[in-house]
């Protein structure tokens, strides 16, 4: 059972997770946020020390929401190789779970907090560097499960999967379009499928 504490810091920071994500960090007001929650200034700063601990928050929500949909889908397979094509199946319905966070969290904050060393941004470099990690750690496993081909491990996949998605994700918020998710799993769909065993 929450706290009222814990309740009043979980209400602000679903209620902002959607601001701070579509709006960025910079751009989101106190006044965004006081309207928003109904809450006074100071009453969100007895919940969070800072902005930016506010926003950190946010983020960490966003990643969660959008980390456990990928893990439920990839519950649904039995071994490593289908757990990666799950990764794919996901992203190919991404346009309408992303509208829910006010669109992608990793691209949008990434961008965002590009341009200066805070800890927003190195928790944007954590997300990235632990879903790239996953991604290479479920190839490894494909391969000794003797799904995959040993020289597919060589390639890095984690990293070129995940630039290919987040590049999609990119087009597919700039252009409107969700065809640019759907064709880059396609193509990664084939790449994987070029070195199945």
Known sequence: MLTKAERTSKFIVETVAPIFNQQGYAATSMNDLTKATGLTKGAIY?????????AIAAFKYNVNELFKQISLHQ??????LGALYKITEFYRSYYQFSRKLGGCPILNIGVD???????????????ISKSQQHIQGLVELAVA????????AQM?????????IQGAIF?????????????AVD???????NYET
């Open 46 to 54: 007895g919940n969070f020390e800072s902005k930016e601990a506010l």
């Open 171 to 183: 087009m597919m918020q700039t252009m409107d379009d969700h065809s640019y998710v759907v064709a």
């Open 113 to 127: 907090a590009h341009h200066n060393e805070s800890p927003l941004m190195a928790q944007v470099q954590r997300v």
């Open 145 to 152: 499960e003797g799904d995959l081909k040993e020289e597919f």
């Open 75 to 80: 519950q649904e397979s039995d071994s490593a």
């Open 156 to 164: 890095e996949f984690g990293k070129l999967m995940y630039t290919r």
């Open 187 to 193: 193509a990664l769909d084939q790449l994987i499928k």
